[in-house]
């Protein structure tokens, strides 16, 4: 057709929060343009009608009405409530954590070019394949300036810095192709960063995904097998086996729980502690162990890496009976080394405590 009335002023309605946000965004619009359209034919008129040498009735001129004055407080101040709580509850909804059955997809920003990687192992440049009606959960990193992950049609936005994850989520709504973006200026081939996501019924997305995606028919490695060669590679399990030792703490069982620092407090085992805790381990000592054993590993390991790592540990349960030798205790127990991971089974998308933004 083309006609002047196709011209989108909207980008399409493709996730579970592009209606409401854009009702409330039109909301805005109409209570915006009523008051300005009231004011403006109000200042038109008095000035016409009392425009000096006009023939009218000023003999009663009102200083003061009550009624009227709290009529132009009253009305605006609601709607101006109304507004307050709408956007603040559809704030906290987009903000709040993914649903536990999310898919989760992790992003890696560098210039210029999104990379983004399954959790299966499937990897995209610039591309992201998602199933129509999944939560989708995206945990973003970037490894070098602040880039922003934005896809107009999901009406989602959000940082993608150096340094620690953030994270967005959404729920496809139609199946189709819609633009991705990257919303913060990043150098000189910003404008060059972006791609396409791609919403596919549920049974194409898990025969694309199944194939490795489109181009790559060879069976990959899933993110934790990656994590888990890297793991080997870089010698980890000399210290980190499946009991804890002098040495080190063990890492099975240990995603998602609280570890106990040396400082006395306790933080929640996330992907931003671990992550910190690879990169940087002096900076937060877990207790119970010399703060100057685990050698840091910044500049050894990329994000992707780190990510692959996160995954690795993420997907170890409980350590088999075999594997703890002679049943002897762990010659220091942590809080760290209690192996009863019931809540998540291995590799599943689990879902990260105390989330961190
Ligand atoms: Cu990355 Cu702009």
């Known amino acids: ?120 192992g499937v990897r995209e440049n610039n591309e992201l394949h998602v199933p129509l009606g999944q939560p989708v959960k995206l945990t973003m990193i970037s490894q070098d300036v602040i880039h922003d992950f934005f896809v107009p049609d999901f009406r989602i936005k959000r940082d993608v810095v150096p340094g620690r994850y953030t994270q967005v989520w959404f729920i496809p709504t139609k199946v189709g192709k819609y633009h991705l973006f990257c919303a913060e200026f990043c150098g000189t081939q910003h404008s060059l960063m972006g791609g396409w996501v791609y919403v596919m019924k549920p049974d194409d997305f898990q025969d694309w995904l199944n194939h490795g995606g489109p181009r790559n028919t060879t069976s990959t490695p899933t993110l934790a097998d990656v994590g888990k060669s890297l793991y080997q590679d870089l010698a980890c399990d000399n210290c980190h086996g499946a009991k804890s030792t002098e040495r080190g703490p063990s890492l099975y069982g240990l995603y998602g729980k609280q570890v106990k620092l040396a400082s006395g407090e306790s933080v929640a085992a996330d ?75 291995a590799g599943s998308q689990g879902n990260s405590q105390g989330k961190q933004q």
């Open 1 to 120: 057709m083309g006609s002047l009335f196709d011209f989108p002023i909207f980008p399409e309605q493709a996730s579970n929060f592009a209606g409401e946000m854009d009702a409330l965004y039109f909301l805005l619009w109409l209570l915006t343009i009523t008051f300005t359209v009231l004011v403006a034919i109000m200042v038109l008129v008095f000035s016409v009608r009392y425009r000096r040498g006009s023939r009218v009735d000023r003999s009663k001129p009102v200083n003061t009405h009550h009624g009227l004055e709290l009529t132009w407080s009253i009305i605006p101040l609601l709607l101006g409530l109304g507004v307050f709580v709408w956007a603040a509850k559809l704030f906290a909804n987009v903000y709040s954590a993914p649903p536990a059955n999310s898919m989760e997809v992790f992003v890696i920003g560098k210039q210029w070019m999104w990379h983004l990687q399954h959790s299966n």
């Open 271 to 345: 992907n931003a502690f671990l992550r910190d805790a690879i990169l940087n381990p002096s900076a937060h000592p877990i207790a119970g162990y010399p703060n100057d054993t685990m050698p840091a590993y910044k500049g050894q390991v990329n994000e992707e890496q780190v990510l692959q790592l996160i995954a690795y540990i993420k997907s170890l349960g409980a350590p088999d009976p075999a594997m703890l030798g002679q049943g002897q205790p762990a010659s220091k127990p942590t809080s760290t080394g209690t192996p009863t991971n019931a809540t998540a089974p």
